[in-house]
């Protein structure tokens, strides 16, 4: 065997081990003493999002093991403290122009530069005029950092140091005398992100909960970061689903502290950029995280008169779209923490909900056997459709929209079909399970580019439907007690199953 390895691209697997398990001290050592820095970030999209956006304690969180020039480390830091004196965080503003070595650098090479932050500090209003240069502006400067930083960091996929060893060991079990001399193991990571999609076919990990606290909901998190779990004991945890062990690169969880409801969590979801969750409880309260921080950005504590079915973020993150078990479907606001809308008209459980891609409309799924599409503006029904014929009254359990076409959505009812509906309630596609007794879907789910249809049945079985040409192309019995639902990870061929034998598992191909 064969492997072409630098000296150097060994100590960077060492170092993102040690990165991954919060064993930050042993990293700063190891780079100090060869020289070489990791400089790998997560998500090259969400870090970019993030500088953009000024979510500066995602950002810093973020560069805090990396080797950065210092020219970009004075630009970045100078633009936190200009952002935090506009919001009049005089205070942690103070804190970082006095405190941190690249400012105390600008101090000592640049002084007339650190002298106008020393004054817009004490005045007592932030004109941007006075603040930024002629020809430039707040978000010119954060475009220009995010092009700095990118170029002095690359990606390296989780756990990369694990699983070149289970490969190398896999290959050892399989031929012991000799591994073939054309093996070459790629350190770099680099990974296709647009990776073909293909079914699950076999167990990855697990997660093993107490009955008594078993997970009610789990999401994956749009960068492709995190697994998010809501469990009946009102934990929220967020999960590192390469080792099936808490992240503990998020300070709060590794110091044992946890975001929490106070009663079960029943549903959750994530605004696009990653940066806020949303969770729902059993007594009909929503709370809204930072999950960077684990801090409690806004409760609303009368959000709902029963149980939280499903949440959702608007596009621009400042509305959040909830329905619950007392029929009705909500939309709260964000910033000043008030329910805006409500919508009536389900005559049982509202089981899904969420907003159409132009933002205009909302598409709901209830245990009335029905699915309505909402005028968001106006708060009216303007279309009831049953799912499946005119008779059907079997609860629908989601509605979920195509990627591929934001015109067209999954329909899955307590039956054993699942169907593809247009705006004008037309069936446009049927998967069909075997009728055999308790293949009656319980939840379902789209792979990410929609090319597969997952649900799992009351007979524990995952049923996996090819979108293009409709057939079931393979079964998998998932769990041995009820299963409650059902997450595909954004771009990988990842799917993680939940029950309430107290487990959470993770399947690949």
């Not at 002084?111 to 502006?137: I, K, M, Q, V």
């Not at 756990?159 to 289970?166: A, D, F, W, Y």
């Not at 999954?410 to 446009?428: E, K, P, T, Y």
């Amino acid at each position: 065997m064969a492997v072409e390895m630098e000296p150097s691209d060994v100590i960077r697997l060492i170092m993102q081990y040690l990165k991954e398990n919060n064993l930050y001290r042993t990293l700063t050592t190891l780079q100090e003493e060869t020289t070489v820095s990791l400089n790998t970030v997560e998500s090259i999209d969400s870090f970019i999002a993030d500088i953009k956006c000024g979510h500066w304690d995602s950002v810093l969180l973020a560069i805090e093991s990396l080797k950065l020039p210092d020219n970009t480390l004075i630009d970045l830091y100078e633009q936190v403290v200009m952002e935090l004196i506009e919001m009049r965080e005089v205070g942690a503003a103070r804190s970082l122009l006095r405190q941190t070595d690249p400012m105390i650098m600008l101090k000592q090479t640049q002084p007339e530069r650190y002298s106008h932050l020393e004054n817009l500090l004490t005045c007592s209003y932030f004109d941007p005029r006075e603040a930024y240069p002629r020809g430039s502006s707040k978000e010119r400067r954060r475009r220009a950092i995010a092009e700095a930083l990118v170029r002095e960091v690359s990606v390296v996929p989780p756990s990369r140091l694990m699983g070149l060893l289970e490969q190398v060991s896999s290959l050892r079990l399989n031929s012991p005398e000799q591994l073939s001399p054309e093996l070459t193991i790629d350190t770099s990571g680099n990974k296709d992100r647009q990776e073909k999609e293909s079914f699950p076919t076999q167990l990855y990990r697990h997660i093993k909960f107490s009955r008594r606290s078993h997970v009610e909901c789990a999401r994956f998190s749009p960068d492709g970061k995190y697994l998010v779990s809501g469990s009946v004991d009102g934990f929220i945890e967020v999960w590192n689903f390469n080792t099936g062990k808490i992240s503990k690169d998020l300070k709060y969880q590794a110091q044992d502290s946890f975001m929490m409801m106070d009663d079960a969590v029943l549903c959750i979801c994530f605004s696009q950029d990653t940066d806020l969750l949303a969770t729902g409880a059993q007594n009909g309260k929503i709370k809204v995280w930072k999950i960077q921080s684990g801090l409690c950005l806004r409760r609303f504590e009368h959000a709902h008169n029963k149980g939280v079915t499903c949440l959702s973020f608007s596009k621009d993150n400042n509305q959040v779209l909830s329905a619950s078990f007392d029929q009705t479907i909500r939309i709260h606001e964000l910033r000043s923490g008030k329910t805006l809308k409500e919508l009536n008209g389900h005559l049982s459980f509202v089981n899904d909900a969420s907003f159409t891609q132009d933002g205009l409309h909302i598409i709901s799924a209830s245990s009335d056997g029905t699915v309505k599409i909402w005028n968001i503006k106006t708060c009216e029904c303007i279309n009831t459709f049953k799912s499946l014929s005119r008779t059907s009254d079997d609860p629908v359990n989601n509605v979920i929209l195509l990627p591929q076409n934001p015109e067209h959505f999954v329909v899955s009812n307590q039956s054993n079909v699942v169907v593809v509906m247009n705006l004008h309630g037309q069936i446009v596609k049927t998967f069909c399970a075997d009728s055999r007794a308790g293949a009656n879907f319980v939840c379902c789910t789209v792979s990410p580019r929609g090319e597969w249809i997952y649900c799992v049945g009351e007979d524990l079985v995952l049923y996996c439907f090819n979108y293009v040409t409709g057939r079931l192309e393979k079964t998998l019995t998932v769990h041995e007690k009820d299963v409650i639902g059902i997450a595909h990870h954004p771009h990988e061929n990842l799917i993680a199953t939940y029950s309430e034998d107290g487990l959470l598992r993770l399947w690949k191909p």
